[in-house]
């Protein structure tokens, strides 16, 4: 009996799981920014998030709940309480920090080209010269199912696609590092993309609600924080207008509004989108012919569109259709990320464009670099694949706490401010962004509920590029030296 019951605890142990633990690794580097060699030591790897897990009422313990996979990069022999650390995410939902990681933010870059010149593959990876390193220590971060992010065994991932929880656990993982390295009294940032304006504006606040944890600045870059500007639902007439000075400017980098300058372009697409525009759309079908008609005109000179195809779709250029008819003629698509970038569809009867061309221009080169850097250069070994954009995630991710209501996050920020008068906004827009269009971002901006004294705390920069401005290289470069201006600025030092 005794050696049946040593075989079934011996049964028991072997299949038990091993419980997570944090993988880390660091590595020595240095680059040259300026002329002076940066010393800095980078950290990767994943830590396991653990929660205070209570069943009626009892306290059960802290039990792993994911392991989420981050980057961290340290100035040598700096003073921590000095140094600022900035904290960054890119957007989807689901996907990986490696744009802003590998495109602009940290200390080597992905060599990927542009429009026109786009590098062809294996690729290459170089020092960035311009990297925030420079002014910031920087944390990139995978939230759950992306990059090598994953729930433990035995949790369901779908616990953390959703508004809140994602929140909850990056704000965690923030903590977390803050904590671990001793950098509570440090200046602190957060630079979020797309869906991570949404997440860093959440963040802003419950950072400081759940920890109080006040932060010196938010970074938005290609902003979303009001869904009801982007999303083309009956009814909503309000992306029709937000979109159309985007429209024009992408139809004047593809010579279909040759007579102005972009700036005059933009200066009318506007005016007429805030005026004429809306006007006429609010009046439905009692809109007189003769104004009709003066709305119809208006909108091909802007667009490029025809006068035909406008009337056909009642006013309303919807962006994905936009995308698809504009070089319809030269048998081409247009970008949703990235405007200036141009594609193929197998059918051109088809309405929309089969896949984004900018998104296929850039996939390859970046998924390369990165899965070579953070095994060869930077030493850390995983064979789960790296998952640069979760496509199941995005799908079915929760907006539960939003349900009757349109998803907006601008009062969160707002909120943020009014709580914290201290805290600067950094907001940056490409002319090209499609997917979310400077002209949304302003009305937005526009509307935030914060007193006179605080709208100096925002500024709002502008690229001639598109979603990722940092592939193209003048404005890459210009924007490296924005951001360091808003870190310095920022800082309180």
Do not use: C
């Not at 038990?16 to 633990?21: E, L, R, S, T, Y």
């Amino acid at each position: 009996m005794a050696d049946e019951e040593q075989t079934e605890t011996k049964s028991d142990t072997e299949t038990k799981p091993a419980k997570p633990v944090d993988d880390l690794v660091t590595s020595q580097h240095t680059v040259t920014v300026d002329g002076q060699e940066l010393r800095y030591t980078a950290t990767t790897g994943r830590i396991v998030l653990r929660e205070e897990v209570y069943t009626d009422g009892k306290f059960e313990g802290l039990k792993p709940k994911a392991e989420v996979f981050l980057t961290a990069y340290t100035l040598d022999d700096a003073d921590a309480a000095d140094r600022p650390v900035t904290f960054a995410f890119n957007g989807g939902p689901g996907s990986s920090s490696i744009w802003l990681h590998l495109g602009l933010l940290g200390p080597r870059r992905v060599v990927s080209g542009d429009v026109g010149e786009l590098a062809p593959p294996p690729y290459s990876i170089v020092d960035n010269e311009e990297t925030l390193l420079k002014y910031s220590d920087v944390v990139f971060i995978d939230p759950v199912s992306t990059g090598f992010s994953r729930a433990v065994e035995g949790e369901k991932p779908g616990d953390y696609h959703g508004f809140t929880r994602d929140l909850e656990s990056v704000g965690e993982v923030i903590r977390l590092w803050t904590s671990r390295n001793g950098r509570w009294m440090s200046p602190k940032f957060l630079a979020g993309e797309s869906y991570g304006t949404t997440r860093a504006a959440g963040l802003a606040a419950h950072l400081q609600q759940r920890y109080g944890m006040y932060l010196n600045g938010v970074m938005l870059i290609s902003v979303v924080l009001e869904f009801g500007t982007l999303d083309f639902t009956p009814g909503n007439d309000l992306p029709y207008t937000l979109f159309l000075p985007t429209y024009a400017a992408i139809a004047h980098y593809h010579g279909l509004v040759p007579d102005q300058t972009l700036e005059e372009l933009l200066a009318d697409a506007e005016r007429f989108a805030a005026g004429r525009y809306p006007n006429a759309l609010a009046q439905g079908n009692r809109i007189p012919a003769d104004y009709r008609a003066e709305v119809v005109t208006r909108l091909a000179a802007l667009t490029g569109l025809s006068e035909d195809y406008i009337d056909r779709v009642n006013l309303r250029i919807e962006h994905m259709r936009f995308f698809g008819e504009l070089l319809r003629s030269r048998r081409q698509t247009v970008g949703r990320i990235d405007g200036r970038f141009t594609g193929w569809n197998a059918d051109y009867g088809s309405e929309t464009p089969e896949r984004d061309p900018s998104m296929n221009a850039i996939t390859g080169p970046y998924a390369a670099a990165l899965n070579h850097y953070v095994r060869v250069e930077l030493g850390y070994e995983n064979d789960l694949p790296y998952e640069v954009l979760n496509m199941d995630a995005a799908k079915n991710w929760s907006f539960k706490e939003f349900e009757g209501q349109q998803i907006m996050v601008a009062d969160k920020l707002a909120e943020a401010m009014r709580v914290n008068p201290h805290l600067k906004v950094y907001v940056a827009s490409g002319h090209y962004d499609g997917a979310t269009p400077y002209f949304a971002t302003e009305h937005t901006l526009a509307r935030l509920q914060i007193p006179a004294d605080l709208t100096p705390n925002i500024e709002t920069k502008y690229y001639p590029a598109g979603h990722m401005m940092y592939i193209h290289e003048d404005s890459r470069i210009q924007q490296s030296a924005d951001l360091g201006t808003f870190i310095g600025d920022a800082s309180n030092r």
